[in-house]
């Protein structure tokens, strides 16, 4: 067998062809569950989900299966959820597909409980392969309990018991599968998620806590009535639209002699960690009643926090939020930037023309705005590092010089000791050095602007990005920022001769944004702006120790106050009564003595002249 050669150079064997079928792009609903089982047994009702995986039939690699996962969002407190859930997938072939889905009750204390499975055959046997056009309706499953899972077996009995037969249990899955056309490449035969464009929010309190992290101007993205405060660590998904160019591929590298063994799950130690890293994964990007999720429309750039239905009927947290649609402005076009080493020149900026700025995606810039959101703007020097996963999910976290963030920022951690990933490395999101919400400076601003840096000011070098952003309240609008963007990861070293490929998906993807700077991970210049971000983040850290401290010695001295004043009253009132008072009337009694004799002295003198004390 002959062999093929990948970005990363990665041998893999080339099976017989298969004959070549038209690739179409499907979208899958999830529309409901019916009876699920009981799991929690104080209030007879469950935290479900679906984790979704999709898969080919027959795989035409069978050594390197294609493989496909999505997970709905939880509906809370319910045993018949109402998903209502888009899954729009390219790529698939004319013979169909494979749908395992495994209902599963969500406990943030614990794993998450096994309800049951079940696995559909998208067309099935005798109805033909897919065409253009073809609509499956709703359809009704049957779901298979999980054998052995006695308690919610015997939760569900008991349950009916208590409700006298309101609780079913026979459990029964409605989807809907319809073709919406052919994929627009025919030769990519990979499966791929077009969209829509979801995102979720995992909030950690305990570790912002710790790690002293920066208030977020976000609070928009919270749960109304949510305990998690601004200064929460936040771990990001935000899924982007495919496919992933199939030259961002990259392997780990086996840099260290733990690595391959922790990859592989081979050996006592590489076990340790691969179990500790996957574990660490799975508590930063954990789910729970705090999470925030929303779907931006594919129809029109429409940002939707479902929700709304489940609140009405008293069972749901999930945030919504009324829509909104933007228009794209002639101002909102994304500018290329790409170096990809400090020898080497960067490529010319390339302004978009009046034509393609029409050709953005109209989901455009509500997927911009809620990238600017998820990242607090890039206010107070934030830097996050992140990794864009095959699939086409981009996972980002803030890090910093701490030493537990920055062990929570490895990349190995945020792609769950994946083997292969598209890319990595860090980024951070500015304001462009000259907007209508920046006043312009003065010469003596631009004087020190000058000496500070060392160099005369360029328009594109953006050392000056803090100047005329109000950190508290930062302007919304995304023709305004700029994304830079490297490859710094010593997990999976992404080739820089990769950076305009990068910058190619995330403008097809991000192009509202006004500018998108893909840059080598040893250029000078990054190195320089980075700095200058940590330097303001240590400021900030600083600051907010102090307001901290002053809030702490603030509520201590009145929390003593407060007790003085309550606990030893009965006392003081004892003392002053038994001992001050006595010593109080003596010393009254002493004044009045010395004020009567300075009297009489006085009188003396005024009526027989000075008076000479004998010795």
């Given at each position: 067998?002959s062999?093929?050669?990948?970005?990363?150079?990665?041998?893999r064997?080339?099976h017989a062809?298969?004959?070549?079928?038209?690739?179409?792009t499907c979208k899958v609903?999830?529309?409901?569950?019916?009876?699920v089982?009981?799991?929690?047994?104080n209030?007879?009702?469950?935290d479900?989900y679906l984790?979704v995986?999709l898969?080919?039939?027959p795989?035409?690699d069978?050594?390197h299966?294609?493989?496909?996962k999505?997970?709905t969002?939880?509906?809370?407190?319910?045993l018949?959820?109402q998903f209502?859930e888009?899954w729009?997938?390219?790529?698939?072939?004319?013979?169909g597909f494979?749908l395992s889905?495994e209902?599963r009750?969500e406990?943030?204390g614990n794993y998450d409980d096994?309800?049951g499975?079940?696995?559909?055959?998208?067309?099935n046997?005798?109805?033909?392969?897919?065409v253009?056009?073809w609509k499956?309706?709703?359809?009704e499953?049957k779901?298979h309990?999980r054998?052995g899972?006695?308690?919610t077996t015997?939760?569900?009995w008991v349950?009916?018991?208590?409700?006298?037969?309101?609780i079913?249990?026979?459990v029964r899955?409605?989807i809907?599968?319809e073709?919406?056309?052919?994929s627009?490449?025919q030769?990519?035969t990979?499966?791929?998620t077009?969209?829509?464009?979801?995102?979720?929010?995992?909030f950690s309190?305990?570790i912002?806590?710790l790690m002293g992290?920066?208030?977020?101007?976000d609070n928009?993205?919270?749960?109304?009535?949510?305990?998690?405060?601004?200064?929460?660590?936040?771990a990001n998904r935000?899924q982007?639209?495919?496919?992933v160019?199939?030259?961002?591929r990259?392997?780990y590298?086996?840099?260290?002699?733990?690595?391959?063994?922790?990859f592989s799950?081979?050996g006592?130690r590489?076990v340790l960690l691969h179990h500790?890293l996957h574990?660490?994964?799975?508590?930063?990007y954990?789910?729970?009643?705090?999470v925030?999720?929303?779907?931006?429309?594919?129809?029109?750039?429409?940002?939707?926090k479902?929700?709304?239905?489940?609140?009405q009927?008293?069972?749901g947290?999930?945030?919504?939020t009324?829509?909104?649609?933007?228009t794209?402005?002639?101002?909102?076009?994304?500018q290329?930037n790409?170096s990809s080493h400090?020898d080497e020149?960067?490529a010319?900026n390339h302004v978009?023309s009046?034509?393609?700025r029409?050709?953005?995606?109209?989901?455009?810039i509500a997927l911009?705005?809620?990238?600017?959101?998820?990242?607090?703007f890039g206010?107070h020097g934030r830097i996050f590092?992140?990794v864009?996963?095959?699939?086409?999910?981009?996972r980002?976290?803030?890090t910093?010089?701490?030493?537990?963030?920055?062990?929570?920022?490895k990349?190995t951690?945020?792609s769950?000791v994946?083997?292969?990933?598209a890319y990595?490395g860090?980024?951070?999101?500015r304001?462009?050095?000259?907007?209508?919400?920046?006043?312009p400076r003065?010469?003596?601003?631009?004087h020190a602007a000058e000496?500070?840096?060392?160099e005369a000011?360029?328009?594109?070098d953006g050392?000056?990005?803090?100047?005329g952003?109000?950190?508290?309240?930062p302007?919304d609008d995304?023709a305004?920022?700029e994304?830079v963007?490297?490859?710094?990861?010593?997990?999976y070293?992404?080739?820089?001769?990769?950076l305009?490929?990068l910058?190619?998906?995330?403008s097809r993807n991000?192009g509202?944004l006004?500018?998108?700077t893909?840059i080598?991970a040893f250029?000078?210049r990054?190195?320089?702006?980075k700095?200058?971000?940590?330097?303001?983040?240590?400021?900030e850290?600083?600051k907010?120790a102090?307001?901290?401290t002053r809030?702490?010695?603030g509520?201590?001295?009145?929390?003593?106050?407060?007790?003085?004043?309550s606990?030893d009253?009965?006392?003081?009132?004892?003392?002053?009564?038994?001992?001050?008072?006595?010593?109080a009337?003596?010393e009254?009694?002493r004044g009045?003595d010395?004020?009567r004799?300075?009297?009489d002295?006085?009188e003396?003198v005024t009526?027989n002249?000075p008076v000479t004390k004998?010795?």
């Amino acid at each position: 067998m002959s062999t093929l050669r990948n970005s990363n150079d990665i041998e893999r064997p080339q099976h017989a062809r298969v004959p070549k079928q038209t690739l179409y792009t499907c979208k899958v609903t999830f529309l409901k569950v019916d009876d699920v089982p009981v799991a929690d047994l104080n209030d007879l009702s469950c935290d479900p989900y679906l984790q979704v995986t999709l898969s080919e039939d027959p795989p035409r690699d069978p050594s390197h299966p294609q493989l496909l996962k999505y997970r709905t969002r939880t509906c809370r407190r319910t045993l018949n959820p109402q998903f209502n859930e888009h899954w729009i997938v390219g790529g698939i072939p004319e013979s169909g597909f494979l749908l395992s889905l495994e209902l599963r009750d969500e406990d943030p204390g614990n794993y998450d409980d096994d309800l049951g499975k079940t696995v559909l055959r998208i067309p099935n046997e005798g109805e033909g392969k897919l065409v253009e056009g073809w609509k499956s309706g709703d359809r009704e499953y049957k779901v298979h309990k999980r054998s052995g899972r006695i308690k919610t077996t015997l939760f569900t009995w008991v349950a009916r018991t208590l409700t006298r037969g309101n609780i079913g249990h026979h459990v029964r899955l409605w989807i809907k599968v319809e073709v919406l056309g052919r994929s627009e490449n025919q030769e990519d035969t990979r499966f791929y998620t077009v969209g829509p464009h979801r995102y979720t929010r995992h909030f950690s309190p305990l570790i912002g806590w710790l790690m002293g992290s920066s208030h977020s101007p976000d609070n928009g993205d919270r749960l109304p009535g949510s305990r998690v405060k601004p200064t929460a660590f936040v771990a990001n998904r935000i899924q982007l639209a495919g496919p992933v160019p199939a030259a961002l591929r990259h392997r780990y590298v086996n840099f260290a002699p733990f690595v391959k063994a922790m990859f592989s799950r081979s050996g006592i130690r590489g076990v340790l960690l691969h179990h500790a890293l996957h574990k660490q994964h799975l508590e930063i990007y954990k789910w729970d009643k705090n999470v925030v999720w929303g779907v931006i429309d594919e129809d029109g750039g429409d940002v939707q926090k479902p929700g709304d239905e489940e609140r009405q009927r008293g069972k749901g947290r999930e945030e919504h939020t009324a829509s909104t649609k933007d228009t794209i402005r002639n101002g909102g076009a994304a500018q290329s930037n790409i170096s990809s080493h400090p020898d080497e020149p960067a490529a010319a900026n390339h302004v978009q023309s009046k034509e393609e700025r029409c050709e953005l995606p109209s989901d455009s810039i509500a997927l911009a705005r809620q990238f600017l959101r998820m990242t607090s703007f890039g206010t107070h020097g934030r830097i996050f590092t992140y990794v864009i996963m095959l699939d086409g999910e981009w996972r980002f976290t803030e890090t910093g010089e701490q030493l537990a963030i920055k062990f929570l920022s490895k990349h190995t951690m945020h792609s769950d000791v994946a083997i292969e990933i598209a890319y990595s490395g860090e980024f951070f999101v500015r304001p462009l050095r000259r907007h209508k919400h920046q006043a312009p400076r003065s010469s003596d601003e631009r004087h020190a602007a000058e000496s500070d840096h060392g160099e005369a000011e360029d328009a594109n070098d953006g050392t000056h990005d803090e100047v005329g952003l109000d950190e508290d309240h930062p302007p919304d609008d995304p023709a305004i920022y700029e994304l830079v963007i490297d490859n710094d990861s010593g997990t999976y070293r992404p080739r820089a001769d990769l950076l305009p490929t990068l910058h190619s998906y995330l403008s097809r993807n991000l192009g509202a944004l006004g500018k998108i700077t893909c840059i080598q991970a040893f250029d000078d210049r990054l190195k320089r702006w980075k700095e200058k971000r940590k330097e303001l983040k240590k400021r900030e850290s600083k600051k907010a120790a102090k307001l901290a401290t002053r809030s702490s010695l603030g509520s201590s001295a009145t929390s003593s106050v407060s007790s003085l004043d309550s606990a030893d009253a009965s006392d003081r009132v004892q003392d002053v009564t038994v001992g001050d008072v006595q010593m109080a009337v003596e010393e009254s009694a002493r004044g009045r003595d010395t004020d009567r004799q300075v009297r009489d002295e006085k009188e003396q003198v005024t009526d027989n002249g000075p008076v000479t004390k004998q010795q």
